[in-house]
């Protein structure tokens, strides 16, 4: 699966910002897709994932400004993202699992930096 990560940018605190993630497959053989961000010196960190029947979860410090949804049939994912803060600058990776052995592809990063 190739994943084609888009939609990062720089905003002041408070604006908003929507990820796109593009999948070379069909979302129905997609278990899940997740997006994480690494900001420097610290460590990747899952912000939200979205199952292929529609279940998500996210990060405890996202709730309520993220929203990750998929268009439709497409295979494509977004992150919705409101109200951001300075410490939400960080590199946005999304990833893909998918088959029984639920096996992990990474896209390229989309920096997302936030002004205060």
């Known amino acids: 699966v190739q994943l084609q990560a888009s939609g990062g940018g720089l905003v002041q605190a408070g604006g908003s910002l929507r990820l796109s993630c593009a999948a070379s497959?069909?979302?129905?053989?997609?278990?899940?897709t997740g997006w994480y961000r690494q900001a420097p010196g610290k460590q990747r960190e899952l912000v939200a994932r979205?199952?292929?029947?529609?279940?998500?979860n996210y990060a405890e410090d996202v709730k309520g400004r993220f929203t990750i949804f998929r268009d439709g049939a497409k295979a494509t994912v977004y992150l919705q993202m409101n109200s951001l803060k300075p410490e939400d600058t960080a590199v946005y990776y999304c990833?893909?699992?998918?088959?029984?052995?639920?096996?992990?592809?990474w896209g390229q990063g989309t920096q997302v930096t936030v002004s205060s």
């Open positions: 990833n893909a699992a998918t088959g029984s052995s639920w096996t992990i592809y």
């Open positions: 497959r069909s979302r129905f053989s997609i278990n899940a």
């Open positions: 979205i199952l292929n029947d529609g279940a998500t």
